[in-house]
């Protein structure tokens, strides 16, 4: 059975594409899915994408991922730098997750510049517009080949 | 992106790994790293070139000499990430796409960690996945342009 992951983004990410495009990019999240999906093909795993801009809803779904998934992948966008609740969900995760994000959090605002979440995932990509969530999911599936 | 051209550099202490602290940053030499991150330039047909130093100066001075010979840099500055405004500087003057790397994840340790001096002129991280960081970082250089991301 191919080895699953759950990759989650979080408020405002519906909209990449159509906002501040200088900072995040032309392409949809729906093509981040599919570049996702294309990559987890040939890494032979199998990607679930979801995306919600309220925070239970994210603690929700992470709440399935121990037992149902090898790994998340999170970008939680503004949740990251204040959302305990998401950290504590995190936390209480028994597979790896990996933080990404789409722009260079630390070239911009100072309240950006720091994660809650990130000292409980196993590591942090941030910078590299969509290729962040590919490299974290290169990432996850060589974690579970160790 | 073949051919493109990218330096390895490696900061403080980093000559020591797989001697010291091996529960943070594993058993494997930086030789041994080199070699990793050597087999995945091959499959992209990048040509790269190490460097490693214990200096501030020499890392400054090596960033320097690869203007106009290096298309990016895999940069992972080791203790000066969290303090070297002159490396921060160098970085920012040769305006060569750089990618800044930790083997460990750097927010899980101590306070002073969570500040990098150079993260602002980078254009992304990757921290916290072992020596794949490097494998990883490199890939992140393969992308035809940076825009709108390098900022």
């Known amino acids: 059975m ?11 990410l519906n909209l990449l594409g159509t906002r501040k495009v200088s900072i995040y990019g032309e392409g949809s999240l729906e093509d981040i899915h599919e570049g996702l999906r294309k990559r987890a093909d040939e ?3 199998q990607v679930d994408c979801f995306q919600f801009n309220s925070e ?6 992470l709440q399935k991922a121990t037992g149902n998934y090898a790994g998340v992948i999170i970008n939680a966008g503004a949740l990251a730098h204040y959302s305990y609740a998401l950290r504590s969900a995190i936390g209480s995760m028994l597979v790896p997750c990996v933080e990404v994000f789409i722009s260079n959090v630390h070239a911009r605002e100072e309240f950006r510049h720091k994660s809650v979440i990130a000292p409980v995932c196993v590591g942090v990509i941030g910078g590299f517009g969509k290729k962040s969530y590919i490299l974290a999911l290169e990432a996850l599936v060589n974690l579970e080949n160790k | 992106m073949e051919g493109r051209r990218v330096a390895v550099i490696h900061g403080p202490n980093l000559n020591m790994l797989g001697k010291r602290e091996i529960g943070i940053y594993g058993g494997k030499t930086m030789d041994q790293i080199n070699q990793e991150i050597q087999t995945e330039a091959a499959k992209l047909k990048v040509e ?3 460097f490693q130093s214990n200096s501030e100066g020499g890392l400054v001075d090596y ?7 290096i298309d990016g840099i895999v940069l992972n500055a080791g203790a000066y990430t969290h303090y070297s405004v002159a490396l921060r500087d160098a970085i920012g003057a040769v305006k060569i796409p750089t990618v800044e790397v930790h083997i460990s994840n750097i927010y899980k340790r101590e306070i002073f960690r969570h500040t990098s001096l150079i993260a602002p002129v980078c254009i992304g991280q990757v921290c916290g996945f072992g020596s794949h960081s490097y494998i990883l970082g490199l890939r992140a250089l393969m992308e035809e342009k940076f825009d709108p991301w390098l900022v």
């Open chain 1, 43 to 45: 890494l032979g795993v």
């Open chain 2, 48 to 50: 790269l070139s190490f």
């Open chain 2, 63 to 69: 960033i320097h000499s690869c203007a106009g010979r």
């Open chain 1, 2 to 12: 191919e080895k699953k992951y759950m990759v989650i983004s979080g408020p405002n």
């Open chain 1, 56 to 61: 239970g809803d994210i603690i929700d779904c």
